[in-house]
């Protein structure tokens, strides 16, 4: 006796398909298709900051430096040189100074654009406008005072070996009080003034002259 005969699905029809195995894991880790047909070149290495920036950033500062050292050593060098030269003292600052004064005071032009001259009186072919100039400037210093005396030399800033700033005191006599008037006005009182002074073959000549004050 034949066995039961299979079922009949028709033509065409597909028989049963086996049960499918169990579901296949997801990858953890899935792996992009590479740009690359190979293996990928070697990592370039980041280039090292250079140090040769700072190390001119260190010499120019190390030469600024040494410069403002030698400045100062050069300044005071000067300096010495002023006062070991033994010309520019306070003794022969108020010397010159008050021949300065007692010029403008008496009306010696001549002495006074030897002065304000600065060294270049013996060298100029042409004095009057000079001459005409310290005229005007003792006409001016007459009218202030009668008569001025240095009382104290304040202080002496040297600017070089035969240069220096001299600041004074004077004790001035007002030019009205010398003709009798303001008499409610102190016959003298003391000011104090600025002078530019040049040492030069061992002569010191006053370049300049200030009144401190800003009465006149």
Not at 4 to 10: F, L, R, V
Not at 165 to 187: H, I, Y
Request: proline content about 10%; aromatic content about 8%; overall charge neutral.
């Amino acid at each position: 006796m034949a066995g039961p005969n299979p079922p009949d699905y028709g033509a065409g029809a597909v028989g049963p398909q086996p049960y499918p195995g169990p579901p296949q894991p997801y990858p953890q880790n899935p792996v992009a298709p590479s740009a690359y047909p190979g293996m990928l070149p070697p990592p370039v290495p980041y280039p090292k900051r250079r140090r040769w920036r700072w190390v001119v950033g260190a010499l120019l500062v190390l030469a600024v430096v040494a410069g403002l050292v030698a400045a100062v050593v050069f300044a005071a060098r000067d300096d010495n040189s002023a006062a070991r030269s033994g010309v520019l003292t306070e003794e022969t600052a108020r010397t010159a100074i008050q021949n300065y004064l007692d010029a403008l005071a008496g009306g010696d032009d001549e002495t006074v654009a030897r002065h304000t001259l600065c060294g270049l009186y013996d060298a100029v072919k042409e004095r009057r406008s000079d001459l005409s100039l310290a005229n005007l400037a003792s006409d001016a210093f007459r009218k202030q005072f009668s008569s001025a005396e240095v009382t104290s030399i304040d202080k002496i800033v040297p600017w070089s070996a035969n240069q220096a700033q001299v600041l004074f005191t004077m004790r001035v006599v007002p030019a009205g009080s010398a003709r009798g008037e303001d008499r409610d006005e102190p016959r003298d009182r003391e000011e104090q003034a600025v002078v530019q002074v040049l040492v030069q073959d061992k002569e010191i000549l006053i370049c300049s002259y200030l009144l401190r004050t800003g009465q006149y």
